[in-house]
């Protein structure tokens, strides 16, 4: 990988070069060509290389444009040659702006909300220049946030449950006796190729014995983060109450119309995360935080400054389709809307194709 100050020093040697290559007379330089780019003084980023309409392109709008190359796309224009490409491509994109205006384009609407963002864009941007690096936060900020959000370090106890899943309460309060008396991961996995309706059909496509019937990992119930979508939560309770790792609960579990014999097939326990390793994440945190408290302020201070009103009652008049159609999918009948009348007896309607 090439280091920044090598980087630096390549971008610079590339608008050297360039500068010492145009052997073009100077065209009118423009009073103001924005602020000079890395490698050119103030005198060079004003100086114009080519003219299109009334536009100019400056070597500074050249720099800046090899500025926000990605590193290796900006090496391929170390030679004269590749150079003049790249300016033929910004002339050409002048060309089609200057005749996108002349058509009107510019006030499309598309093209208006396009502006609107890039302009959104380069506001915070701009107003993100004064915020800190993650690394130049104060250690007592970043202290205080990990004090007061102890909960986002904290790992709870994670339990990995299996279970035998039946359909009938007197099987399933029969195989929960034999489950308890498994002795080993293979009796239990038996049980469970045996019994469960989620057993696989084909054995052989079967997991090992002790890991038939998992289901996922939980945390305690009442964390929101630690469920799992095939386990229900009664299930899920019921692995937090068995006393050790290849344990079988001591009851039968029902949940949505089935029952389940539940084994606590592994636990993680409960953790903190300690400072020094949660200091990065901290530090990227407060930035995002700073950012988006900025992005507020901003907006509030420009409501302020440019009087905003709603029409509430056009707000609410806006219609949006009731099913949306999903490219590939089938649309789905409006509900509102009477169906077509069906031939008697179900049979289905001639097609417009027939005969061909």
């Known amino acids: 990988m090439i280091r920044a100050p090598v980087r630096r020093s390549l971008l610079a040697i590339s608008l050297a070069a360039l500068v010492a290559s145009c052997d073009e007379p100077a065209l009118q330089a423009p009073s103001d060509a924005g602020e000079p780019v890395l490698g050119l003084t103030a005198e060079q980023s004003t100086r114009v290389l080519a003219k299109v309409g009334e536009r100019v392109i400056t070597l500074g ?40 205006r002349r058509r009107g384009l510019e006030k499309d609407a598309a093209v208006e909300d396009a502006i609107r963002q890039i302009l959104r864009e380069a506001m915070i941007a701009q107003a993100r220049k004064g915020l800190p690096a993650p690394a130049d936060i104060p250690a007592s900020e970043v202290r205080a946030y990990y004090e007061a959000n102890a909960d986002k370090f904290s790992e709870p106890e994670r339990r990995r449950a299996a279970a035998i899943v039946v359909g009938d309460k007197a099987l399933g309060e029969k195989v929960l006796k034999e489950a308890q008396k498994a002795g080993s991961g293979s009796a239990w996995g038996e049980l469970v190729l045996k019994h469960s309706l989620t057993a696989p059909k084909d054995r052989s496509a079967a997991p090992p ?59 993680t326990g409960g953790h903190r995360r300690e400072l020094a390793a949660a200091e990065r994440s901290i530090r990227v945190a407060l930035l995002q935080q700073k950012m988006q408290e900025q992005e507020r302020a901003i907006e509030d201070e420009l409501r302020k400054k440019f009087p905003v009103e709603i029409n509430d009652a056009a707000l609410s008049s806006v219609k949006l389709p009731q099913q949306l159609t999903l490219p590939g999918s089938t649309p789905q009948p409006d509900p509102a809307k009477p169906s077509a009348p069906q031939p008697a007896g179900g049979a289905a309607p001639p097609s417009s194709d027939a005969g061909r």
Not at 69 to 75: A, G, N
Not at 249 to 264: C, P, T, W
């Open 61 to 100: 709008d050249f720099g800046r444009t090899l500025e926000r190359m990605d590193q290796f796309d900006r090496l391929r224009y170390q030679t004269k040659e590749r150079r003049r490409e790249l300016l033929s491509e910004l002339i050409d994109a002048e060309l089609l702006a200057l005749e996108a």
């Open 209 to 267: 014995l002790d890991l038939a019937g998992e289901l996922g990992i939980v945390s305690p119930p009442g964390d929101p983060r630690g469920a799992h979508p095939q386990v229900p939560e009664p299930v899920r309770a019921a692995v937090f109450r068995i006393g050790s790792v290849g344990a079988v609960s001591d009851e039968l579990v029902e949940a949505d119309g089935r029952f389940y014999i539940v084994r606590l097939s592994g636990l």
